[in-house]
C-alpha cells in the first residue's frame, strides 16, 4: 500500500527536550512538507522540501529543523526554542515541484503535548 | 502575498438543505484543492480543480472554480450528517513553487 507514515501518534514533551516527529513515504513523491495545526484553526508550513538535501522556510520555522537525506524521509525536530509547541503536526507529500498540479497527500498526524 | 479566505468559518445546517462554502483568494491560479478533514485527524483530498470553469461532483458535494473571479465553491446538496466536518480549500501558485496557501476552514455541522 502507498502512503505516508508519521510517528508516533501521540508524543509528550517535557520543558527543555528536543523531540523528534518521524515522516516516511512510499508514494515517490519528490516534495513533502510539515505543518502545524493548533486547535480550530487552520495549516501553517513550517518547512518544506522539494527535493533531497534541500529544504525552505515556510512561514514559522522558528524552533524546528529538518533534514532531507532521503528521498523517503523528513523528520521533523522540535527544539527547545520552540516555546509553545503543543499542536497537531501533519506531514504531507505531492508528486514533484512544476507538475501540472500540485495535490498534497497527508499523513495520519502527531499530536505533541508539553509537559 | 497569497490570501486565502473561506466563508462562512462555521455552518449549521439541518439535514436535507443545501449550502454553498465559498473560497476566494487574492492572486492568480488556476489550481485549487478542496480537502476535509474529520475531528481529530488528518486531512483527505477531495477534489483538484486545474482551469477555469472546472466542476468536479462527489456525491452530495460539488466543487467550482472562476480563476476570473478569483472563486471557488463547494456546494452541498441534501446534506446528511457524514459531511459533519471541517472543509479547507487550498490554492497553488505557481510562482510559489510547490507551496499551497490554506484558507482557515469552514466547520461544517449538519443536524438531524
Known amino acids: 500500500d502507498g502512503g505516508i507514515t508519521q510517528s508516533p501518534k501521540y508524543l509528550f514533551r517535557k520543558e527543555g527536550q528536543n523531540v523528534t516527529l518521524s515522516c516516511e513515504q512510499n508514494?515517490?513523491?519528490?516534495?513533502m512538507y510539515w505543518y502545524r495545526q493548533d486547535p480550530g484553526q487552520g495549516l501553517r508550513l513550517i518547512y518544506y522540501?522539494?527535493?533531497?538535501?534541500?529544504?525552505q522556510k515556510g512561514d514559522i520555522a522558528e524552533g524546528y529543523s529538518v533534514s532531507r537525506e532521503k528521498k523517503e524521509s523528513f523528520p521533523l525536530t522540535v527544539t527547545s526554542a520552540q516555546k509553545n509547541p503543543t499542536a497537531f503536526y501533519l506531514c504531507?507529500?505531492?508528486?514533484?515541484?512544476?507538475?501540472?498540479?500540485?495535490?498534497?497527500?497527508f499523513g495520519p498526524g502527531t499530536r505533541l503535548t508539553v509537559l | 502575498e497569497l490570501k486565502v479566505e473561506q466563508n462562512p468559518l462555521f455552518l449549521s445546517m439541518q439535514e436535507g438543505k443545501n449550502y454553498t462554502i465559498y473560497c476566494n483568494y487574492s492572486t492568480t491560479s488556476d489550481r485549487l484543492y478542496w480537502y476535509r478533514q474529520d475531528p481529530g485527524k488528518s486531512l483527505e483530498s477531495l477534489f483538484v480543480?486545474?482551469?477555469?470553469?472546472a466542476v468536479k461532483q462527489e456525491g452530495r458535494l460539488m466543487a467550482s472554480l472562476d480563476t476570473k473571479a478569483r472563486l471557488s465553491t463547494l456546494h452541498i446538496t441534501a446534506a446528511v450528517h457524514d459531511l459533519s466536518a471541517t472543509y479547507f480549500c487550498?490554492?497553488?501558485?505557481?510562482?510559489?513553487?510547490?507551496?499551497?496557501?490554506f484558507g482557515e476552514g469552514t466547520q461544517l455541522t449538519v443536524n438531524p
Open positions: 487550498a490554492v497553488d501558485q505557481e510562482t510559489s513553487g510547490s507551496r499551497l496557501t
Open positions: 522540501s522539494q527535493i533531497v538535501n534541500d529544504f
Open positions: 508514494l515517490n513523491h519528490d516534495a
Open positions: 480543480l486545474l482551469s477555469n470553469g
Open positions: 504531507a507529500s505531492s508528486m514533484k515541484p512544476g507538475a501540472r498540479y500540485n495535490e498534497q497527500f
